[in-house]
């Protein structure tokens, strides 16, 4: 079964400081996995996928197939950056998402 | 732009009541989903739709229906609702990359 675990539900960092949101998954196949967020009063969106291998508002997140994970990561935060940040996992072939539970950032000044 | 507009923002119904939440997505996409967002629960996966008429439980399908009469929207509905059914209701279509296109949301309160 697909599972995507999210272990914090808050992270609490002051600007400028290095943020990683942790993402581990389960699944026995070749999985796809994206980071969405959702900012205060906004429409959840997509961050970015883990197949474009690209650093968005200077995120990333690198696929670990051995540890299962896909954390997501700044090296300084800004306070912009206070959202709700989901991990998801997309099974080859199949169009439905699987989510994770959710973290929230919050970035104090 | 992709457009997905949920005609409700905000809704107040009492237990027992019939619910519609309507959803239209602009891009002709071909999948549309129904997901619920509760706080320390995430999303979870209602319903989801491929194509016109066709339909496939998600996770949490229990006490809702859905139906898909055109491809641009998806119809979420709520036979009988119930307190536990208060929450948050995102719609989303689906680009073939594997991008969900979200609309904003409908909260539902049952009293």
């Known amino acids: 079964a697909q599972r995507v675990t999210q272990p914090e539900k808050l992270l609490s960092v002051f600007k400028g400081a290095p943020v990683e949101l942790k993402c581990n998954y389960s699944y026995s196949g070749s999985p796809e996995l994206f980071w969405y967020v959702q900012y205060s009063r906004q429409r959840l969106q997509l961050l970015l996928r883990h197949i474009s291998r690209e650093s968005i508002k200077g995120f990333t997140a690198d696929l670990n197939k051995g540890e299962t994970s896909f954390h997501l990561k700044k090296p300084f935060a800004q306070e912009e950056d206070s959202a709700m940040y989901y991990c998801?996992?997309?099974?080859?072939?199949?169009?439905?998402?699987?989510f994770g539970t959710g973290t929230r950032l919050l970035v104090s000044p | 732009d992709v457009k997905v507009t949920q005609s409700s923002r905000y809704l107040v119904k009492r237990t027992g009541e019939k619910v519609f939440l309507e959803c239209v997505q602009d891009?002709?996409?071909?999948?549309m989903f129904w997901y619920r967002q509760d706080p320390g629960l995430g999303l979870r996966l209602i319903y989801f739709s491929y194509d016109v008429k066709m339909k496939e439980k998600g996770d949490i399908p229990e006490g809702y229906s859905v139906s898909r009469e055109k491809k641009e929207r998806f119809s979420l509905i709520l036979e009988s609702a119930s307190t536990n059914q208060t929450s948050m209701y995102l719609c989303a279509s689906f680009e073939g990359s594997g991008e969900l296109f979200f609309g904003e949301g409908s909260r539902l309160t049952v009293l």
């Open positions: 998801a996992l997309r099974s080859t072939g199949f169009q439905k998402l699987v």
């Open positions: 891009m002709d996409h071909e999948n």
